[in-house]
């Protein structure tokens, strides 16, 4: 239980020009307490880690929309690059075991976990979390192009499927590949090849529909590691397909969004748009919308260090079935959204509600109380 006696103490290792520094920092204060102490990613990248007090309560934030700090980890200070996924994800998980001291909010063993999809779908699967198929979550099959993905596509009987690169984020280098009869194929992407050969994240969705050019693409993307799923059929909102982020802090499912797109990802940066919740809730009905929420807090809990995750939750088509695609550990950036009633965050976005749940004394949880239909 925290000390009463003087008031909690904050450092957040971040980005201090980042939004989400910015915001988190402002609900400390809001909550009547200091503001946090920052700890720039690049002092902790430069000196080779970072302490702290035994009674200060460390947030790890998201070292991304920096060009410095993506040059320390990805080898690269251009933003747009695809590559050098593996080469961030080694960097950055070393980073992290490097920060000593404090209470921290966030295990660097199950961020390692977060932050590679494979090891992620594998720990959810092991847990009972229903989540797409995916042949390559087991880490024993190899994905060295574009040949072993046909391959794996023929296999499993998959015509349709989602090529993830493991350590992405934000849909990078995502591609999504239909096949049909005849030869036929389209893959949906954001990335677009440079003359040179490089990968680059473009904000604009395009599709491919050349057998050669999509080998090229997938073989490209794959010495950074893929992890291959099956294309989930979603449930439709109005003109486009939909799923929803749904934050999970201390335990329990306190913010949720729709996210609609025309396109097979859903990602606002990508041309998808926020859904409206109530249609969605109606449209699953309270017991249905009940169940999704007890999914999303059970993918949760297979990381009980970590304090908030943003789960990507699949909707069936007809709104009764549910799959989780991604758990994200800074999944948390949604402004101006306040929690769901019933939540025990009403009021409170997504910031403020991590201050509060990380500085009360626990109290025990009660899985129906925060899946009440919206009013």
């Known amino acids: 239980m925290t000390d009463h006696a003087s008031p909690p103490r904050w450092a957040v290792v971040g980005n201090p020009e980042n939004r989400r520094v910015t915001l988190f920092s402002g609900a400390v204060r809001a909550a009547g307490l200091p503001a946090p102490r920052i700890v720039p990613w690049t002092d902790v990248l430069r000196a080779g880690g970072a302490a702290f007090a035994a009674d200060e309560i460390v947030r790890v934030e998201s070292p991304g929309e920096n060009p410095e700090v993506d040059r ?92 993830k690169p493991a350590h992405g984020s934000s849909a990078s280098g995502v591609v999504a590949v239909e096949t049909a009869g005849g030869g036929r194929i389209r893959a949906t992407t954001s990335v677009e090849r440079a003359v040179d050969g490089r990968l680059f994240n473009s904000l604009r969705v395009r599709r491919l529909t050349r057998e ?39 335990g329990r499912a306190t913010h949720a969004v729709v996210r609609v797109s025309r396109a097979p990802m859903t990602n606002l940066h990508l041309g998808g748009r926020r859904g409206d919740l109530s249609a969605v809730i109606r449209a699953a009905g309270p017991a249905a919308w009940a169940e999704a929420l007890r999914i999303c807090e059970r993918a949760a809990a297979c990381f009980p260090g970590t304090l908030c995750v943003g789960v990507d939750l699949l909707p069936a088509i007809g709104w009764r079935r549910f799959a989780v695609a991604e758990v994200n550990a800074f999944g948390d950036l949604l402004p101006g959204l306040t929690g769901l009633p019933g939540s025990g965050a009403e009021g409170q976005d997504t910031y403020a509600a991590q201050v509060a749940a990380a500085t009360r004394a626990p109290v025990p949880h009660h899985p129906m109380r925060n899946h009440r239909a919206l009013a």
Do not use: I, N, Q
């Not at 747009?80 to 960097?91: F, H, I, Q, S």
């Not at 050669?212 to 486009?240: F, I, Q, T």
């Open 72 to 163: 320390l980890l990805r080898g690269t200070d251009d933003p747009t690059r695809v590559e050098g996924g593996a080469r961030w994800y080694a960097a950055f998980t070393a980073a992290v075991r490097t920060l000593s001291g404090g209470r921290r909010l966030d295990g660097p063993d199950e961020l390692a976990v977060l932050f590679d999809k494979r090891g992620c779908h594998r720990t959810l699967a092991r847990a009972g979390v229903p989540v797409p198929d995916a042949p390559t979550s087991g880490g024993a099959t190899p994905v060295r192009g574009w040949d072993d993905v046909r391959a794996l596509m023929d296999a499993h009987r998959m015509p349709r499927m989602f090529l």
């Open 212 to 250: 050669p050019e999509v080998a090229a693409l997938v073989d490209a993307l794959a010495p950074d590691g893929l992890h291959l799923e099956r294309w989930w059929p979603k449930a439709s909102l109005g003109d486009g397909a939909a799923d929803l982020r749904v934050v999970v802090v201390a």
